[in-house]
């Protein structure tokens, strides 16, 4: 604890307005704290004394914002509860020294024991808070300012080959699933691809391609981990990702992340947040810079986030916006290797997302099977059998049961071989959607329940 100083009434009417008691937020903090392996033997009287005046330790302060941002539904933040913070901790999400952090990252995931305790930790909505306009024009200028020693020269053959392997570690994602060879990722990206970083550049245009090639290995780790339910982590890796793209003075590769964050929020269900992380992707040089798939990208997850948001007809403004930007894609454009995936299959896929969330079924059957049709599975195996298993859903809530066994029996035959949670939960909700048919003897029922418990058992 500290001094007591003026009466911190901010902290209490907040509590007061929303309801919350002293008690409830003592125990939330004790949870969230235990979440980081620290043990408070914070309480009622503890909040008191925080209502009163006195100011806890900085990192108590930390888990006070994250537990009334999990209690709120937003992100809280510490000057909006009355806590003073200094310039060293108002940004603490965003890293000041990343190298540190990817380094300090990639230590505690690859350690078999410690990594247990990290995939455990929650989701944080206080990690959503978007930095500081200030932090970017620092960032942009950092990583040349901070050249490494000159006996570890770093050159064009050096970027290539990294080049190469974000490209490699993206198709092995996007064909096995998140599951599978992550720890691969994060041994590469924290010991070689640090090194690199480390080093002294033969000129800018390699430093800015090495950060820029670290952000994508950073945004493909924690897509793996999103893919994978690793949530906390993979937010922690997309942070980085972000902070990589900022030193890269990438603006694309930072909005490109920023969608990705947007489209995790949306799936946890935080609309509101996603939305924020949503327009932030596509504001100013993000998108103006960006090629047009890309722009296309970022702005079908603006109209998902819309859509989850209650937000229609922007969302249907947003997607037709998308679709234009895709159609204005060609062969010839120069656009980076990370929006490969990126086509017809993709965009019917999260234009059936905002359809369905938007209370139109009949439309989104109709894009996701267009998705199913357009896409090469053989390499998009993983996104193949979501969609399949989102179809079905979408085909089972219509009445439609019969026709739904039979896509969630394909869905079923991709899934050989994917280690990823997104085709988890989809074995899960077909199981949950047929429940109420168990027992009417229905053949298709019955086989389709018996092969989707099989997948869950071996798969887990």
Known sequence: MGKPSRQNVALRELLKSHGVTYEALASLVRVVAAEAGEHLRTNRSGIAHWVAGVQPAEATMLYAAEALSRRLGRSVALSEIGFAVGPARSENVWPEDTLAALTDLGRLDLDINRRRALSGAAYSLAALALPTHSWWSQKAGYAEATQGPKRRIVGKRDLVAVQDMARAFSAIDQRHGGGHARTSVVQ????????????????????????????????????????NAEHAVAQKYFTLAVSLAAEADNAPMAGHVLRAMAHQAVDLGHPQQALVLAEASIEGARLSEASSRERSLMGVVHARALAASGQRQAAAAALLRAEDDLAA?????????????????????????????????????????RSVRTRKASSFTRTHAVTLGYLGSVQARQGAIEEACATWARALDSMDGIHSARARRTAHDMRRALSPMRGRGIPAVVELDRRAGNYLRESA
């Open 329 to 369: 894609a060609t062969p010839g454009d120069d656009e980076p290797s990370r929006v490969f995936f990126f086509g017809e299959a993709s965009l019917a896929h999260e234009t059936a997302c905002v359809l369905r969330d938007s209370g139109d079924p009949a439309g989104a059957q109709r894009e996701f099977q």
């Open 188 to 227: 590469y990206l924290s010991t070689d691809v640090v090194r690199y970083l480390s080093g002294h550049f033969v000129d800018s245009a390699v430093r800015r391609g090495m950060y820029t090639s670290a952000s994508e290995l950073a945004y493909v780790s924690g897509w793996m981990a999103f893919d």
